[in-house]
């Protein structure tokens, strides 16, 4: 697989249950980023964690990372109808790894709840 | 909450023509991207722009692409001669760091159309 893949590619819940995507990826990294792209519209960063860190919170978002399997995921609790999204892990390689100032994305998970 | 507001939002232009997308990233960033998707596939990076110079560029960032900060606030991509397949949306970001801080803002995007 490509750096930055999420699993599953498409995601379908009711309002009220968790969604759980996941990323791996590849490359020694410095961050790994979520963002949520809703259809045609903007990137919209969501969420940081550094190679350092192992899980980060932030309101109904929690992330974890595993730097030794190169994995990460994001749990989104208590999904709501506007949580219907794609949502895009991306890495920030290490300096030194090669394209330290670019963002490499994956291909984004689906996510559709429906109320 | 600060934007990175990118103009026009919608751009349908003839192959072969030049055309300019512009940006205005955050006032106080100090790094600026470019990164494009077409319809359906990942967000890849372009190129990103430091101290009025390229820090990196990707292979799709060819001879036919440039970028300029012409102003202190205006960040600009310039497709010399398009062809079919520039046909994506294309969105500028910035940050203050290089991604080591609280992740990238992203603009909602250009959607260039070439016919």
């Known amino acids: 697989s490509q750096q930055g893949e999420e699993d599953p590619q498409a995601l379908s819940i009711q309002e009220g249950e968790n969604a759980t995507m996941n990323c791996s990826y590849k490359?020694?990294?410095?961050?790994l980023q979520w963002y949520r792209q809703n259809s045609g519209r903007g990137l919209v960063h969501l969420i940081l964690i550094r190679s350092n860190e192992r899980e980060k919170h932030s309101g109904r978002l929690r992330v974890t990372l595993d730097t030794s399997k190169k994995s990460s995921s994001l749990l989104i609790t208590a999904s709501r109808a506007a949580d219907t999204a794609s949502y895009f892990c991306a890495t920030g390689p290490r300096p030194g790894a090669g394209g330290y100032n670019k963002l490499i994305f994956g291909a984004g998970t689906r996510l559709a709840v429906h109320p | 909450e600060p934007e990175v507001t990118q103009t026009p939002s919608h751009q349908v232009t003839q192959m072969g023509q030049e055309v300019i997308l512009r940006c205005v990233p955050i006032?106080?960033?100090?790094?600026f991207y470019w990164y494009r998707q077409i319809l359906g596939q990942k967000v890849e990076f372009l190129v990103s722009f430091y101290n009025n110079e390229i820090s990196e560029k990707s292979e799709i960032f060819d001879d036919q692409f440039s970028v300029e900060r012409p102003d202190g606030s205006n960040f600009t991509l310039k497709i010399r001669s398009t062809k079919l397949e520039d046909s994506a949306m294309y969105f500028c970001?910035?940050?203050?760091?290089?991604?080591?801080?609280?992740?990238?803002?992203f603009g909602s995007g250009t959607r260039l159309t070439v016919v």
């Open positions: 490359t020694s990294i410095n961050n």
């Open positions: 970001a910035s940050s203050e760091t290089p991604g080591q801080g609280n992740g990238y803002t």
């Open positions: 006032s106080n960033h100090l790094y």
